[in-house]
Every structure is written in structure tokens, then in C-alpha cells.
């Protein structure tokens, strides 16, 4: 059980166009993801929480307009980069936590490679 | 607020070699302490997890102790295996940040035959 998946697994786009990530829970529903983001060599980034139903969290220093985040259902969230540049070229990995987990452990896709080019 | 702190890598042991992987943290509360494990090009694996003191978390004969006394985690395992190579990070949840994981830098571990 408590399986994520993420679409595409990789994509490469141009500079100035936008890109969609797919984050979905395939065996639970999720009321919260995550959305990291990993540089080579380094851990991983909390970008944003996604809420179903209502906005995402941001956090500091993340431009909300540059990385849209839906939450539209249960079981799935999507992110945006919109008008893409090289420096958004990273490895984008999204998480779930099941309802009525005790103790708060998530459980991640496998990522998407997004190069920009 | 919370912090993780690992053991700086890289690690190279030989097969069967022991290993143990430190980890060390801060945060106010009771939080969660996990140890997850990312294989190259993937996302990232619950390895194995402890919710209060004293605690033991076992998995695939990985094991660590929820150490409140030391704010420690530290992983071990017995045996390694080339198919343990991997980078490992040690974090936490349910601290001062409440839901949200705070991750160590994580440390990459290779196995050689």
C-alpha cells in the first residue's frame, strides 16, 4: 500500500514555456502532498504543501506564480512551472501521508527529471 | 526550529562490512524519526521509522534507536550488500514544523564487492 506516483518521469522543454508535473496517490487519498525539489548531491527542498481544495503553502522563497500548485482531488496534485529557464533544470519529487498515519512518515513518487534547455 | 544533522559521506565499505550511519537532531515536542533511502534516479524509500523513545526501528536488517537522551538516530546494519548503495537520509516530523519533514543532507553509501 501507499503508493505514489509521478508523471512524466522526465521532460525537456524549451526556455519561456511551461511545464506539468503530475503527483497521484494511487491507493489512499492524500488532504495534503508535498512538492521537494533536489539538486544534484543535495537533500531535498520543501517547495510547497499542497492542500485539496484550497491554496498551497509556500515557503520562503518560493515564487508561488512561478510554481502553480492544484490540488484538484484526493488523490491528485499537479505542478506548474511556468515560463521554465535552465536554473529550474532539477529533480522534482512530490510526497503523500496517508490518513491516520501515526507519527508522520510520507511516502514520495519518483520523481521528475525537468531539464530546460 | 528543527535541524538534522548527518554524518558527512561519502561511505565506501566492503561487502559485509558493519555500518553506521550517524544522525543527530534538534527540535522541540516529541517528533517522529525516520531513516529514508534513495536509489540513484528514484524518488525516496521509507527505510524504516520510530515514534517515541527508546524505540527501535528495524527493516531489511537496517536498525536504529530513537535516542532521546543523545537526540540521536544513528542507523546501522550488520552486513552491507552492493545493493544497499544508496544515498540515506535521516529526518524528522512532528516537531516545532508540526506536519512538515525536516531532512538531513543526506550521506551516500557505496558498496564494493
Known amino acids: 500500500g501507499a503508493v505514489v506516483s509521478q508523471h512524466p518521469s522526465r521532460v525537456i522543454c524549451k526556455s519561456g514555456t511551461s511545464v506539468k508535473i503530475e503527483c497521484r496517490s494511487l491507493?489512499?487519498?492524500?488532504?495534503?502532498m508535498f512538492w521537494y525539489r533536489q539538486f544534484p548531491k543535495q537533500s531535498l527542498m520543501l517547495m510547497a504543501t499542497?492542500?485539496?481544495?484550497?491554496?498551497?503553502?509556500?515557503e520562503q522563497g518560493v515564487e508561488k506564480d512561478k510554481f502553480l500548485i492544484n490540488h484538484a482531488s484526493l488523490t491528485l496534485s499537479t505542478l506548474t512551472v511556468t515560463s521554465a529557464h535552465p536554473e529550474d533544470s532539477s529533480f522534482y519529487i512530490c510526497s503523500a501521508r496517508p490518513p491516520g498515519t501515526v507519527g508522520y512518515e510520507q511516502y514520495f513518487g519518483p520523481g521528475t527529471r525537468l531539464t530546460v534547455t | 526550529g528543527d535541524s538534522v544533522t548527518q554524518m558527512e559521506g561519502p561511505v565506501t565499505l566492503s561487502e559485509e562490512a558493519f555500518l553506521t550511519i550517524n544522525c543527530t537532531y534538534t527540535?522541540?515536542?516529541?517528533?517522529?524519526l525516520f531513516w529514508y533511502v534513495q536509489y540513484p534516479g528514484e524518488g525516496l524509500q521509507l527505510l524504516l521509522k520510530a515514534t517515541k523513545a527508546d524505540d527501535k526501528g528495524s527493516n531489511k536488517g537496517f536498525e536504529a534507536t530513537y535516542r532521546k537522551e543523545t537526540t540521536s538516530f544513528h542507523l546501522e546494519k550488520g552486513s552491507v550488500q552492493v545493493s544497499d548503495s544508496a544515498v540515506y537520509f535521516c529526518a524528522l516530523a512532528g516537531g516545532t514544523n508540526a506536519g512538515k519533514s525536516t531532512f538531513g543532507d543526506g550521506t551516500t553509501l557505496t558498496v564494493k564487492p
Open positions: 527540535a522541540t515536542g516529541y517528533p517522529s
Open positions: 499542497s492542500n485539496e481544495g484550497s491554496k498551497a503553502t509556500y
Open positions: 491507493d489512499f487519498q492524500a488532504t495534503t
